[in-house]
């Protein structure tokens, strides 16, 4: 059964994973591993899926494929966890499309970045996601991203998205603590907020009032994420924070590697380390690189240091 907007209001909250698109060596979609993924994450106990987001390489794939990756993980989850599938593109007609494609697939919401590559103005964005809340009954969450979108949505704008009926989340990734504060401020009450930047700042997040955050370390550690969530209901703070340090050399090297090459490596880090442990999500597309040796061997050490693998 489909959640009402209502229902996925109050269910957006959790580990929400930011699903990987796994591929094959031909980079053709590896469609058995991504429903093994897909039964792994809901075994592990994470409490949201989100594919076709921009860990998912959404912008590399055809409307096709992005149409068949929704598909195939609401039919794997089978109504045990939300789905809410980014349907996020340059123009409003093709989210449109492709957000009325995951309606009829059967998930719960959607996801929606602002329209990037043309910067619209505050209205444009405003009318973007009044045309998109038009077309569908599904709940929609508003993916605030201005590292891929170039524009920030700030509190008067959010303020009248929350008017919008079906508009009932905020994926919160503009990594501006204060700007973050400011939105919950004003409408916290009428949204659910969820930190999209991952665990570097969920502690943070959870700390002022977020009730879950978006994870792409979920995808190969699921378990780590929900006990992060778990720790932060259960207002153990010097847990979470101990959590938190235990997990940092992943992010240090997230953060290392991203400034060594030049642009961001989070996707790539991500499937390295679920090629380590034998999950499906090997090779990235391009425009994507792999790491180097050296490279490769300091994840497998890091990963070994935190306790994902012996």
């Not at 060596?25 to 469609?31: G, K, N």
């Not at 602002?114 to 964005?125: C, I």
């Not at 240090?252 to 034998?278: P, Q, V, W």
């Amino acid at each position: 059964m489909v959640l009402r907007p209502e229902e996925l209001r109050e269910r957006y909250v959790g580990a929400q994973v930011v699903m990987v698109t796994p591929f094959r060596e031909d980079y053709s979609i590896d469609e058995e591993g991504l429903r093994r993924n897909t039964r792994f994450l809901i075994e592990n106990g994470v409490h949201v899926l989100q594919p076709c987001g921009s860990t998912g390489e959404f912008w590399s794939l055809t409307p096709e494929e992005h149409k068949r990756v929704i598909k195939i993980v609401v039919e794997e989850a089978k109504g045990r966890v939300p789905v809410v599938p980014g349907t996020s593109h340059s123009g409003t007609k093709m989210t449109v499309e492709l957000s009325r494609y995951a309606e009829e697939a059967g998930a719960d919401g959607v996801m929606i970045v602002p329209p990037y590559y043309e910067m619209p103005t505050a209205e444009g964005v405003y009318q973007h996601y009044k045309a998109v809340a038009e077309a569908i009954k599904i709940g929609i969450v508003v993916y605030n991203n201005p590292g891929t979108s170039k524009f920030t949505i700030g509190p008067e704008l959010m303020e009248r998205l929350a008017e919008i009926p079906n508009i009932v989340a905020v994926k919160e990734t503009t990594g501006d603590m204060a700007l973050a504060l400011r939105l919950l401020d004003k409408t916290g009450c009428k949204l659910t907020y969820s930190m999209g930047t991952g665990e570097i700042l969920a502690p943070y997040f959870y700390m002022s009032g977020a009730r879950g955050h978006v994870t792409g370390l979920g995808n190969f550690a699921p378990r780590i994420a929900v006990e992060m969530y778990e720790l932060a209901m259960e207002r153990d703070w010097t847990g979470l924070m101990e959590l938190h340090k235990r997990i940092f050399p992943y992010l240090e090297l997230n953060e290392r590697l991203s400034e060594k090459h030049g642009g961001s490596m989070y996707i790539t880090l991500i499937k390295e380390a679920m090629r380590i442990l034998g999950l499906p999500g090997w090779p990235p597309r391009k425009p994507l690189i792999t790491l180097k040796e050296e490279e490769r061997e300091e994840l497998r050490e890091v990963l070994k240091k935190i306790g994902i693998i012996k």
